[in-house]
């Protein structure tokens, strides 16, 4: 559960304001951290990539239009389509209860 009161505390401790290692140590107090300056140095450079990445996401042009992402998926998004999105088509009540259309043509009937 220290993730996110951390990110709370970092928050309230940046006050808007860049994210120094003196503020993260103040923010680990409030959460009760103790992180190692390694630690500490590589928390930031994390931030640091957060930030711009958050700055790109933000500098995209987007109409109050474009509907909103209910689901994502990664391999439509990559033009790969989606198993999970492609249409199946409808199973007879024999092939519910048989199993699949090739076993259904390979025995007459099924008990």
Same mark, same amino acid.
Request: aromatic share 2%.
């Given at each position: 559960?220290? *993730?996110?009161? !951390? @990110?709370?505390?970092?928050? %309230? %401790?940046? @006050? *808007? /304001?860049?994210?120094? @290692?003196?503020?993260?140590? #103040?923010?680990?107090?409030?959460? /009760?951290?103790?992180?190692t300056?390694?630690? #500490?140095?590589?928390? !930031?450079?994390? !931030? %640091?990539?957060? #930030?711009?990445?958050?700055? @790109?996401?933000?500098?995209v042009? !987007?109409?109050?239009?474009? =509907? =909103?992402?209910?689901?994502?998926?990664?391999? %439509?998004?990559? &033009?790969?389509? +989606? =198993?999970?999105?492609? $249409?199946? $088509?409808?199973?007879? $009540?024999?092939?519910?209860?048989? &199993? +699949? #259309?090739? +076993?259904?043509?390979?025995?007459?009937?099924?008990?």
């Amino acid at each position: 559960m220290a *993730g996110p009161a !951390l @990110a709370d505390a970092l928050l %309230a %401790a940046a @006050a *808007g /304001g860049e994210i120094t @290692a003196d503020v993260l140590a #103040r923010a680990e107090g409030l959460v /009760g951290l103790e992180l190692t300056e390694d630690e #500490r140095r590589l928390m !930031l450079e994390g !931030l %640091a990539e957060l #930030r711009e990445d958050y700055a @790109a996401i933000r500098a995209v042009p !987007l109409d109050n239009g474009v =509907p =909103p992402a209910f689901a994502f998926d990664p391999e %439509a998004a990559a &033009g790969r389509g +989606s =198993p999970a999105a492609a $249409p199946r $088509p409808a199973r007879s $009540p024999e092939e519910s209860r048989c &199993g +699949s #259309r090739a +076993s259904l043509q390979s025995q007459r009937s099924c008990s």
